[in-house]
């Protein structure tokens, strides 16, 4: 079995090879704020955030925070993520009938699906998600076979699409795959994965958008944010769908597109797994300095390929 693992690089690699102007593209976690707030401002984390940080919000606590993003070592997305965890369930008075309600949720709708969706609908699904030119993610599904599985850490459907272009049937685990589909994990959320108190369903990689279902169920509910220290068993949905896969052993992996962090620890521990027990490790990035640090923290052989194509041309 191929395991194919899918990270934002692969996501801003299908806006690029598009020609989708750079401000429509995929963020990355190191221009996550420039990129989707340009509408939204969560002003009241943001100052307990940089008290938290003991540094000065300023008067304008969401520029100070895009100035320092990419520069100051405790100024980045994810210890943002790891506050707004920590100290966004609160409902402001005056919200108690608001929907969402609490500064958490309101977060996951209006900071990562809202502003997500917008980028997708000006950029790879400006004319339409129907067909939209997803020649990468079409590619590389290509390669994969009836029984292989893919872990695609992104929120948003560009490569299950992709896949559905190159005629594979899609199950979302935890539903049982059979023997001709390929098997699609999304433990940190997805634009189609659609949540209650009670459950949860995929519907079809097609749904998209910040309009919510008349069943009363939201798709930003089961989304887990890049934050520091998160852990699969804080996230109910996440820890099922990883529980199913945990037992993978996979004679080949494929990353395509991540840059590896330590902050997730449950996924770094499975990777390890993973690795040591296939014949060989693809790595997808053009960073040299990212393939390096892959290469320490899985301690296997990794080959790189700078491109979909390199690592397409070395499977032929």
Same mark, same amino acid.
């Given at each position: 079995?191929?395991?194919?693992?899918?990270?934002?690089?692969?996501?801003?690699?299908?806006?690029?090879?598009?020609?989708?102007?750079?401000?429509?593209?995929?963020?990355?976690?190191?221009?996550?704020?420039?990129?989707?707030?340009? @509408? &939204?401002?969560? /002003?009241?984390?943001? !100052?307990?955030?940089?008290?938290?940080? +003991?540094?000065? =919000?300023? #008067?304008?606590?969401?520029?100070?925070?895009?100035?320092?993003?990419?520069?100051?070592?405790?100024?980045?997305?994810?210890?943002?993520? @790891? &506050?707004?965890? /920590?100290?966004?369930? !609160?409902?402001?008075?005056?919200?108690? +009938?608001?929907? =969402?309600? #609490?500064?958490?949720?309101?977060?996951?709708?209006?900071?990562?699906?809202?502003?997500?969706?917008?980028?997708?609908?000006?950029?790879?699904?400006?004319?339409?998600?129907?067909?939209?030119?997803?020649?990468?993610?079409?590619?590389?599904?290509?390669?994969?076979?009836?029984?292989?599985?893919?872990?695609?850490?992104?929120?948003?459907?560009?490569?299950?699409?992709?896949?559905?272009?190159?005629?594979?049937?899609?199950?979302?685990?935890?539903?049982?795959?059979?023997?001709?589909?390929?098997?699609?994990?999304?433990?940190?959320?997805?634009?189609?994965?659609?949540?209650?108190?009670?459950?949860?369903?995929?519907?079809?990689?097609?749904?998209?958008?910040?309009?919510?279902?008349?069943?009363?169920?939201?798709?930003?509910?089961?989304?887990?944010?890049?934050?520091?220290?998160?852990?699969?068993?804080?996230?109910?949905?996440?820890?099922?769908?990883?529980?199913?896969?945990?037992?993978?052993?996979?004679?080949?992996?494929?990353?395509?597109?991540?840059?590896?962090?330590?902050?997730?620890?449950?996924?770094?521990?499975?990777?390890?797994?993973?690795?040591?027990?296939?014949?060989?490790?693809?790595?997808?990035?053009?960073?040299?300095?990212?393939?390096?640090?892959?290469?320490?923290?899985?301690?296997?052989?990794?080959?790189?390929?700078?491109?979909?194509?390199?690592?397409?041309?070395?499977?032929?």
């Amino acid at each position: 079995m191929r395991l194919l693992v899918v990270g934002a690089g692969a996501s801003y690699a299908e806006a690029e090879h598009a020609g989708v102007p750079e401000e429509f593209r995929p963020p990355f976690v190191k221009n996550f704020a420039k990129r989707m707030w340009t @509408e &939204y401002n969560p /002003h009241e984390l943001l !100052i307990g955030f940089f008290k938290s940080k +003991n540094l000065e =919000p300023t #008067s304008d606590p969401l520029a100070r925070f895009i100035e320092l993003e990419r520069s100051h070592p405790d100024v980045s997305i994810e210890p943002f993520f @790891e &506050y707004a965890y /920590h100290h966004g369930q !609160i409902i402001p008075p005056g919200h108690e +009938n608001y929907k =969402p309600s #609490s500064l958490y949720d309101n977060l996951l709708l209006h900071g990562i699906l809202g502003p997500l969706t917008f980028l997708l609908i000006q950029g790879l699904f400006k004319n339409g998600i129907e067909n939209p030119p997803l020649e990468l993610s079409k590619t590389v599904a290509s390669c994969l076979a009836p029984g292989d599985a893919v872990l695609n850490l992104n929120y948003d459907t560009i490569f299950e699409i992709g896949a559905e272009q190159a005629g594979h049937k899609l199950v979302f685990i935890p539903n049982t795959p059979s023997a001709d589909s390929l098997s699609i994990i999304k433990p940190h959320g997805s634009f189609n994965l659609l949540t209650t108190k009670e459950y949860f369903y995929f519907a079809k990689p097609y749904f998209t958008g910040s309009v919510q279902p008349s069943d009363g169920s939201t798709n930003f509910g089961g989304f887990v944010p890049p934050r520091l220290n998160k852990r699969y068993d804080q996230h109910p949905i996440a820890q099922i769908l990883i529980q199913s896969i945990r037992n993978f052993m996979p004679e080949s992996v494929i990353f395509w597109g991540i840059g590896m962090t330590t902050s997730d620890r449950d996924l770094l521990s499975l990777f390890q797994q993973w690795c040591h027990s296939a014949k060989k490790v693809d790595f997808i990035n053009p960073s040299v300095d990212d393939t390096e640090k892959a290469r320490k923290l899985l301690n296997v052989d990794i080959r790189q390929h700078k491109n979909t194509t390199e690592w397409i041309t070395s499977i032929i």
